[in-house]
């Protein structure tokens, strides 16, 4: 079956660093792939996607690449912020499955000073 | 525009009791999901509804049950809860091309003691 495999956590970095959070994927097809969000005490928000090989999804500053060929999709930002601190999960959804979402375990990422 | 509503948000039960977690949604999506949430596992599939009528299981789908009243919600229940139901429950809707992203609930914190 589909899955997704993220880097352990937790990650921690110094304000202005850059950050890499990677995952890679298991799945027949041609899946969607997602990066979500989770801030303390809140639900999931949708950070960026790619649908295709080659495509770069990009949000707030973080974007990842659809690496077909390396089946991953590296989270990256050049300049992380103490508010980027928060859970951020690898997802994708494969075709003729509904539309589940199948994710990664989560990184916790924390941001200091 | 409130997107994906539920409630309670947080409960604790005891062994043996039962509840229905609430979810509304308001974007008119064809597809809802309930989904468990629990330290270094991700997020794991409990059940879906593709459209208005219809159901089917997830990854864990032991111990709940669902229904989809109408396009807009959608409930889980526990009939008999148990100390390994403890976690955090999140709903969440899309459109049917699924390539767009979920829209999740804030989450319902349940504690069975």
């Known amino acids: 079956g589909d899955s997704v495999t993220q880097m352990e956590g937790p990650v921690t970095l110094s304000e202005e660093a850059f950050l890499t959070i990677n995952c890679t994927y298991t799945a027949t097809g041609y899946p969607s792939l997602f990066w979500y969000v989770q801030y303390p005490g809140e639900g999931l928000q949708l950070l960026l996607k790619a649908t295709k090989a080659d495509d770069k999804g990009s949000n707030k500053g973080f974007e990842a690449t659809y690496r077909k060929e390396t089946t991953s999709f590296h989270l990256e930002k050049g300049s992380v912020q103490v508010s980027d601190s928060a859970v951020y999960f690898c997802a994708l959804v494969n075709t003729g499955t509904a539309s589940k979402l199948t994710f990664g375990t989560g990184t916790r990422l924390q941001v200091t000073l | 525009n409130a997107g994906v509503t539920q409630t309670p948000k947080f409960q604790v039960l005891k062994t043996g009791q039962s509840m229905t977690l609430q979810c509304a949604q308001d974007?008119?999506?064809?597809?809802m999901y309930w989904y468990r949430q629990d330290p270094g596992m991700g997020l794991r599939l409990i059940y879906y509804s593709a459209s208005e009528g219809t159901t089917d299981k997830g990854e864990v789908p032991n111990g709940y049950n669902v229904s989809r009243l109408n396009k807009r919600e959608f409930s889980l229940r526990l009939e008999s809860a148990a100390p390994s139901q403890t976690s955090v429950y999140f709903c969440a809707s899309n459109d049917r091309q699924g390539s767009r992203g979920y829209t999740f609930g804030s989450g319902t914190r349940l504690t069975v003691v």
């Open positions: 974007m008119n999506h064809n597809s």
